[in-house]
T-cell receptor, first 107, second 116 residues
């Protein structure tokens, strides 16, 4: 079993849609959680950290459920520019990356 | 600031050849990392360096060596390339010290390596 699992997608949604991604992790001792964004053939970039109480950054909302060991990312009012692969990242002593969920937002 | 830079961007090797991937950062970060990214696998840590002069193995270190030349530079060497090392290699840096990984990692643009 992979340490960090994500639905690979692809998710194809129209502009303005709301889309949610989930990620599960196996190490219950994990302490830090992140969502990274990776555009096609580019490097990953931090989208947002995920805090225990949940956090929001504009159209993006991240939630953490430690009891069930999953993390979620909600994107509201999707834009064409949101098309990318979203990587779930979990860390204890090092960072473990999920394989990513691909999102395509269409006009 | 250039952030994290990597050279080369692309490389094709024959099995058994050696090469060194270069990485440099100008953010004065203590920690630097080398990852490989394969389809369906996510990024996997090869080696990391928590500070100048120290290096440690990550999840997939076999077939690789690293050198933390100074605070800015961290190189990855393939002594005898194998087709299984065909991948995209990313270097990253962060302000984290030692085992702390709570801070954002900044990635270089990647090196696409093909081993025939």
């Amino acid at each position: 079993r992979k340490e960090v699992e994500q639905d690979p997608g692809p998710f194809n949604v129209p502009e303005g849609a709301t889309v949610a991604f989930n990620c599960t992790y196996s190490n219950s001792a994990s302490q830090s959680f992140f969502w990274y964004r990776q555009d096609c053939r580019k490097e990953p970039k931090l989208l947002m950290s995920v805090y225990s109480s949940g956090n929001e950054d504009g159209r993006f909302t991240a939630q953490l459920n430690r009891a069930s060991q999953y993390i979620s990312l909600l994107i509201r009012d999707s834009k064409l520019s949101d098309s990318a692969t979203y990587l779930c990242v979990v860390s204890k002593n090092d960072m473990r990356f999920g394989a990513g969920t691909r999102l395509t937002v269409k006009p | 600031n250039a952030g994290v830079t990597q050279t080369p961007k692309f490389q094709v090797l024959k099995t058994g050849q050696s090469m060194t991937l270069q990485c440099a950062q100008d953010m004065n970060h203590n920690s630097m990392y080398w990852y490989r990214q394969d389809p369906g696998m996510g990024l996997r840590l090869i080696y990391y360096s928590a500070s100048e002069g120290t290096t440690d193995k990550g999840e997939v270190p076999n077939g690789y060596n690293v050198s933390r030349l100074n605070k800015r530079e961290f190189s990855l060497r393939l002594e005898s390339a194998a087709p299984s090392q065909t991948s995209v290699y990313f270097c990253a840096s962060s302000e984290a010290k030692g085992q702390e990984v709570y801070n954002e990692q900044f990635f270089g643009p990647g090196t696409r390596l093909t081993v025939l």
